[in-house]
């Protein structure tokens, strides 16, 4: 069964400061993986996604993320935080076959944003 | 509609009675997932719907919980005789087919007293 880890609960960084928020899969194989943000009373929102292909990729408000197979992981990165930034982020694995899969969800890393 | 929407965002319950969450999924969606979000946890799926398909209800916890899909779109998680660890943010996404991403919705906050 595959799993996430991601090993920071609660991270804070200044406004305009890099951000990484680390994540880390158990998996036989290359799985799919998402980072998710969920804000205050709000659902999730898919930042981005890895299906194949390029290691690196890009997502929305200026987020990045890089598959590295040799270290199982897939670390969330921003080059500079802004304050509406603060909320909790999630990484979640899919396994990469066809049809229905279950998304593992990682316990979330609550991201504080101080001016 | 524009997005996933469920019903109540708030819910405060007595211990033993019984509850029901609704979900609203995104109009042309065929997948329907419920999951719950206790304080400090990640997202634990519940139960999962496809189509006309069997749902899969492997991440439900207890009989106490079901859910239900009514002509392939809103769906009711009901859980009976409430226990006060029931407390916690539940979760509704869907997607259009088995592979397709999963959108959000704002959950329902359960308090059981």
């Known amino acids: 069964a595959q799993s996430v880890t991601q090993p920071d609960i609660h991270i804070t960084v200044s406004e305009g400061a890099s951000l990484e928020l680390r994540c880390n899969y158990s998996?036989?194989?290359?799985?799919?993986l998402f980072w998710y943000v969920q804000s205050p009373g709000q659902g999730l929102q898919l930042l981005l996604k890895?299906?194949?292909?390029?290691?690196l990729v890009q997502g929305i408000k200026g987020f990045e993320a890089e598959f590295k197979r040799s270290q199982s992981s897939f670390n969330l990165r921003k080059p500079s935080v802004h304050w509406s930034d603060a909320a909790e982020y999630f990484c979640?694995?899919?396994?990469?076959?066809?049809?229905?899969?279950?998304?593992?969800f990682g316990t979330g890393t609550k991201l504080q944003v101080i001016p | 509609g524009a997005g996933v929407s469920q019903s109540p965002s708030n819910k405060v319950t007595e211990k033993g009675k019984d509850v029901e969450l609704r979900c609203d999924p995104i109009?042309?969606?065929?997948?329907l997932y419920w999951y719950r979000q206790s304080l400090g946890q990640g997202l634990e799926f519940l139960i999962y719907?496809?189509?006309?398909?069997?749902?899969?209800k492997s991440g439900l916890p207890s009989d106490r919980f079901s859910a239900e899909r009514t002509g392939g779109s809103v769906s009711t998680l009901t859980i009976q005789r409430t226990q006060q660890e029931d407390s916690a943010v539940y979760l509704c996404?869907?997607?259009?087919?088995?592979?397709?991403?999963?959108?959000f919705g704002p959950g329902t906050r359960l308090t059981v007293l």
């Open positions: 996404a869907s997607s259009l087919g088995l592979a397709g991403e999963q959108f």
């Open positions: 998996y036989g194989a290359t799985p799919y």
């Open positions: 890895y299906f194949s292909g390029d290691t």
């Open positions: 979640a694995v899919r396994p990469y076959s066809g049809g229905y899969q279950k998304v593992t």
């Open positions: 109009s042309g969606h065929t997948a």
């Open positions: 719907f496809q189509g006309n398909s069997a749902p899969d």
